[in-house]
Each structure stands twice: as C-alpha cells, then as structure tokens.
C-alpha cells in the first residue's frame, strides 16, 4: 500500500468519513489540505526543517537500521528531509539504508508523511561510488548546453539509485571574482552562459519533469541571490550592487530555473544585497520569486542562516525575531539549526496569526513531495542500484571533459605531440593516475618519465563535501619553501631526460574551497600561482627544452609569467575522475581541443573587476606601467586548425520592436583537420537610458567544421534579447541603432548594425 493510500485512509478515519479504501484515492490537492488540517503545530514545523545525517543514521553489519537518540527526537514528527543519508555507503548498501530510514518513518510517525533525502552534486552525486564528473566551471567550457544536460541526466538518476530525491545544486551564480574560494561551483562569468548551463542542468537532474516521481531528483538552485558578489571575494562579505545589475545580470539565470526549467527548491543566500539580508528580503523570496515569477517550490534557508540573522547579521534582535523575520520573508525550510524553527511552537502561542505562514510553507514542501512521487513510490528499487558508474556513465564523463579541454596557446605548433621519444610529466598537480593515463593513451608510441616534485599545501584541512561545517577544522598551509626546492630539484633532475616536458601547475582542492562559517577557509588575497611555482616554471623553462604548460585549478589565476614562458598552455580547470585521459588525447592529438573560456582571464589582481561585459566607461583609462588588456578574453580557445569568419549579414536593418532580425555568417576551416568552432552572438547598444555594457553574449552555436569546408551558422535576435531595466525599474527596449557582433571569442568579432524604428 502506497503512502498516499495510508495517509488518505487514516485522514478519512478521523474525518469519520464512510468510504472505502478503493475511494479513498485523492487528489493532490485534497490529500494536501486534508494532511494540513489534521497536523498539530509540531507535525507542521518538522515538515520545515531539515537535519544532517552524520547525527547518526547508520546501518550494522546486519544491514539493519541504526539511529541515534537525537535523530529519533528528531523524527518522532515527521521531517521535510535528511541531508547526505548514506553517501559513504556503496550505492547498494545506500538503497538499503534509505529504503529503511523511509520506513522507519512511515512506521513511526502518525500522518506517515515519508521524507526527502538531499544530496549535492558539483562533481556529480556527492555519495561514495557514484560518476565523478568534471566541475560545473570545466563544464561551462564545453559550451555545450545539451552535453551539460547529459551529464545532469546522469546525475539525477545515479542520486535517484541511491535513494535520493533532492540536490542542492546547481549554482546559477554569476562570478566575477576569482578570490571567491568557490568558483568552480559556477558556471562562469556570463549571465547568458550561465543561464544556458543552468538550464540544461536543471533539465537534466529532473528528467525535464517527467522522471521526478521515479527516475530523476528534483534540483534545488542557489543561491538567491547575489551570492558570489561578496565584497574581496570574502565568503559571508556583504553585497552591495545597484538594482539594474541585481535584475538584467544575476536574477536570470533563476528566473529560467524557475520558469523554463521548472526547479523543485531555492537555496536563500547567505548574504545580504544592500544591507538587506537574504533570508528576510520578502521582495526577493515573496514578491519576486513566488508573486511576480510564479514560483510553486520551496525556499529553504542556507546551513544556519536563520539564526544568523540575529548572531551574525545582527538584524534581528533576538533568535525569535530572527525566526519571524525569514517566515514572513518567505523562507519555508530550516537547514540544519538545532534552534531557529524549532522555537516556532513558542513563538505561535504568543503569535497565533504566524501559522498561516507556516501553513503555507508546509503546504509547499507536502506539494514537492508529491511531485517527487513520495506519497506514491515510496522506496527504490535495491536490485537496481548497480547501474551506477555504468559505461554509459564513465562514457559521458570523458566525452565532457574533452570538450572542457580548452587550448591557450601553441607557439610553432608544438602540439599536438610527433617525432618525440620520452615525455617528462612533471609537477604539483600531477595526479597519481597521470602516468597510467598517459602510458594507456599513448599505446607504446613514447616512453614517459614522472615527478610530482612537491605538494602545493600540506594536504589537510576538511574534506570537500556537504559543507555543513561539522568536520574537523586543520589549517591548510603551503608546502614550506626548502621541501619544494628539494622537489623542483627532482623535477629538474627528471625534466632533462627527455624530449618535451609537460608541467602540471595551478592549484589543488585546499587552495580553492568553500570557505565555512567557522572552521574552514578558502577564498584568497591574490590570484597569482601559489607557492613557488614560478620558480618552477622558470628553471623548467631556462632547460632549453619545449614544455606544455598543463593549469589544473578551480579559479581564475594570473598566469602571465607560465603564458610567456611555455610553448603551449593547456587549461584543465578541474576534470573528472578520467581527466588526465583526455589532457593525454589532446596532447597526443587524438582529439582536437574546442575549449572556451567561461571566464576572462585578467593579468594582475589589481584589474579586478576584470570581466567581458563592463561598462565601456570602465575601460576609458588604464593603469600606469602595464598591459591593460586581458591576458585571455571571455570566449577564448584555440584549435589545432584554424577557422575564418566571413559574409556575416542581417535579414533586414531597419525593423520595428516586434521583429525579428536573422543572423548569418560564414566559418570555413582553413587548416587541416577537422574540429568543432563556437560561434559567439554578441550585442551592444550603444545609446541607451544608463550605461550599459560593452557588450553581451546572447548566443551560441558549437559546430563541426571539416577541412576546407564552410559552414553557415544562424541566428535570431528577438526584441526580448535586448530588454534591459531602467533607472524607472521597468523593463524597457530602445528604439535606435544596435550593434551585432559574431566570431570566435568576445576579442575578435565582425560586427554589423541594425536599427528599431517606430
């Protein structure tokens, strides 16, 4: 008997309703306002709160159930959900475990209300034994909306194996700050780009919608909003930014989230915008999110950020202050606290009027749980769980991160690999599957000599994962200098041995992380290599010798000395758990890289702000004494060929604000060999109501392109591209000229005009 039966049997009981059981079906609807009307306060407030599983949930070698006192506490009313059930247990044994936590609520609770359980996945499901994939900033390299939406697809059903229903994931944040220790969580700098990537993400994790009661999960985006515009970069730093770039550059990728893709759940933002804090911002989480977008989720709140209004925001006066203030803002989940909602009974009999926002809130989470089928389909299909990290997984994986492999610079044609006899493949990131990887690729064709040289940091520090802050906190520090020495000795000592040296640098997980709120750090004061690595990079260098420069990193870094020094560069950013076979194949030419850039690269920390779509004003002076220019621009990725863009046309140049205007051109490949080529859309309007960007990205297309052969690439301008927001706060179009711009990166475009007319 499915959940939904029991609950509806046992709601008609008290109702003293006479029907029977084959009547008793409801609809969703019904079986929701009935579940609410017989709740007590305290049945209500579990269905807003969410606790971790390492409180004790476990399984013995008997595979049965064990709990610890507090999760029984915690669950003696039901629950929303549970955070991480079984992620260091195999997928089988998780099935398991899950399938008997669910029925262990089901049995022990009095409206048997089953629970959600809740991972993440920016490498893939954050569990033991599940695909991991590249991170979402390597992804956004591909350019590849519907290669990223296979790769949540496969997301979504391995968590769905497992037993799980929800991830808090994807980011749709906007970065533009490489010192924000979390960039590689996002998409990118772009909000276009972003929004496509979110999009297909979201896509993915949910099956487009139908698989959410049976084969996929529901996506739950964060975070909202503005998150990753912290002041220095500084996770929990204030956020201040003007209403027009809240509204045209950091809300949309949301509003698709919730509009185009359907998301199940918001994250609120640990932050504030503008001094108001987002957890109690009822014009972001009400009147924009739920009123004016449609929303029909759940908010639920990030780790603690309830009660941080009153410890840490210090805009409440008092915890129960705090509490009133995130439910009538909207927020309809607690994560984590031990105090914030729990105070909500107390809080109800001074202030009985509150329980209509509880009843809404509740009303949200009981309508994401029929949508995900719960009441339904209550456990997973144990026998099933082995199709996790199948070969059309481990397939996808690679697939991916060759696309995600981007090219930055090949002097005299260095790549890809011939005529060579030993690689050296040396330094800090090297892996310790790099050589296997390389030896397997290159199937006997070259010998191959290896020397990590030294560890960036001293390797310790809370493990990546959860992030809810209960690990045990170890300082990360960097390797002292004499034990790297020693290292770039070895190195040295293996580099002249052979005929071409791959240099592995950049940065390791420690160095670019989640910056917790009390026990860990993460983000950074600079940008540049840490450590000495430009010592490294210099002496490998000076040995005469063709080195291929290989960033394996997780945030934007200066690398002008390694761009200047090395014959070719190679950024990786952070691939999956089969990355160095696809930096091999690149290398070795068996796939031809079509890496972009999601990202601009800037020379020095001190052109931060440094991204493709400032305000043209910004750039009207520079800095005394250098290259004020990027190193790389946003879009930017080489080939082993080379394509050429020609014949770029407009269907018409004079059109009024309904129309309309088709855009062509021409891409020929002039080199070679074969290889994909993204074309980049981009607009400017150079006369508008305020300052507006230099230009925007508003499409793009990935296509393969045979030698010799030219390809026509299309694209359509609608009147809605180029809505911005007024200084009136109204969405507007202008009536004018307007410039479009198509090619191969945001630095190197043709461009031609049109003009709305009345």
Request: a negative charge; aromatic letters at 8%.
């Amino acid at each position: 008997m499915s959940a939904r039966i029991i609950i509806s049997v046992l709601v008609s009981c008290v109702l003293i309703l006479s029907v029977s059981c084959e009547s008793v079906q409801k609809s969703d609807e019904s079986l929701v306002d009935d579940l609410i009307s017989q709740m007590t306060i305290d049945e209500k407030i579990a269905q807003m709160r969410v606790f971790h599983a390492n409180l004790g949930i476990s399984l013995d070698d008997n595979d049965s159930l064990i709990l610890s006192d507090k999760v029984k506490e915690k669950l003696k009313n039901g629950i929303a959900g549970i955070k991480n059930p079984g992620e260091h247990y195999s997928p089988e044994k998780a099935a398991i475990l899950n399938n008997k936590l669910q029925k262990y609520i089901i049995e022990n609770t009095r409206l048997k209300v089953p629970a959600f359980f809740i991972t993440e996945s920016y490498n893939g499901v954050d569990a033991k034994g599940c695909t991991r994939f590249a991170r979402p900033i390597s992804l956004a390299s591909t350019w590849n909306d519907s290669l990223v939406y296979r790769v949540y697809d496969c997301m979504g059903k391995e968590a769905r194996l497992r037993g799980l229903h929800l991830t808090h994931s994807p980011e749709a944040d906007i970065v533009r700050d490489p010192r924000f220790g979390r960039m590689s969580e996002t998409f990118g700098e772009d909000t276009y780009l972003v929004t496509k990537m979110i999009e297909g993400a979201v896509n993915g994790l949910q099956g487009l919608n139908k698989g959410l009661k049976s084969t996929h999960i529901g996506a739950v985006v964060k975070h909202f909003a503005g998150y990753a515009q912290v002041a220095g970069g500084r996770n929990f730093a204030s956020v201040e930014m003007s209403p027009l770039t809240l509204f045209d550059e950091i809300l949309p990728p949301f509003k698709a989230a919730v509009q185009r893709s359907g998301a199940l759940g918001i994250m609120a933002s640990h932050g504030d915008i503008n001094g108001v804090s987002c957890h109690s911002n009822g014009f972001l989480l009400n009147d924009i999110l739920k009123n004016t977008w449609g929303f029909k989720g759940y908010v639920i709140s990030d780790s603690n950020d309830i009660n941080r209004l009153y410890s840490f925001m210090r805009t409440a006066e008092t915890e129960e202050e705090a509490v009133v203030m995130a439910l009538k803002a909207g927020v309809d989940i607690d994560l984590y606290s031990e105090r914030a909602y729990s105070l909500l009974p107390s809080i109800l009999e001074k202030q009985p009027d509150l329980i209509k926002y509880v009843d809404m809130a509740v009303r949200r989470v009981l309508n994401t749980k029929l949508k995900l089928g719960l009441f339904d389909n209550l456990y997973t299909d144990e026998t099933q769980s082995s199709q996790i990290r199948d070969t059309s997984a481990e397939c996808l994986a690679k697939m991916a991160d060759e696309e995600s492999v981007i090219l930055l610079k090949n002097r005299n044609h260095v790549l890809p690999f011939s005529e060579l006899k030993t690689v050296a493949l040396v330094g800090p990131t090297l892996d310790a599957n790099t050589i296997q990887a390389f030896v397997d690729v290159a199937d006997g064709r070259y010998r191959f000599v290896s020397e990590k040289g030294f560890h960036l940091t001293n390797q310790q520090g809370m493990a990546d994962g959860d992030g809810d802050g209960s690990g045990e906190m170890v300082d990360v520090q960097l390797t002292p200098p004499n034990t790297v020495r020693q290292g770039i000795d070895r190195i040295l000592h293996v580099a002249r041995k052979a005929d071409v040296v791959v240099l592995f640098v950049g940065g390791d997980s420690f160095t670019s992380r989640e910056a917790f709120f009390n026990n860990a750090l993460g983000d950074r004061a600079d940008i540049n290599l840490v450590g000495l690595q430009d010592e490294l990079i210099d002496k490998v260098c000076a040995l005469g010798k063709p080195v291929v420069g290989v960033l394996k990193h997780r945030r934007t870094l200066s690398v002008v000395n390694l761009s200047e020094k090395v014959d070719a560069l190679l950024d990786c950013w952070e691939l999956s758990e089969f990355g160095d076979e696809a930096i091999a194949k690149v290398l070795f030419g068996d796939i031809n890289p079509s890496g972009k850039l999601p990202v601009t690269v800037p020379r020095t920390i001190g052109q931060l702000p440094f991204h493709y779509s400032q305000k043209a004003i910004n750039n009207k002076k520079g800095y005394l004494f250098m290259n004020n220019t990027s190193l790389y621009p946003f879009g930017y990725g080489l080939s082993y060929t080379s394509f050429k863009y020609s014949n770029l046309s407009l269907d018409k140049r004079k059109c009024a604000l309904t129309d309309n205007v088709n855009v062509s051109i021409d891409i020929t490949n002039t080199g070679n060999s074969g290889g994909k080529e993204i074309a980049q859309l981009y607009i400017r309007d150079p006369y508008a109501k305020v300052v507006r960007p230099d230009k925007l990205l508003k499409g793009f297309k990935k296509v393969w392109i045979n030698p010799g052969e030219t390809v026509r690439v299309s694209f359509i301008i609608t009147p809605t591209m180029l809505e911005y927001t007024s200084p009136e706060m109204k969405s507007v179009i202008d009536k004018g000229e307007y410039e479009v711009m198509v090619g191969g990166n945001s630095g190197d475009l043709l461009n031609e005009k049109f003009y709305f007319i009345e």
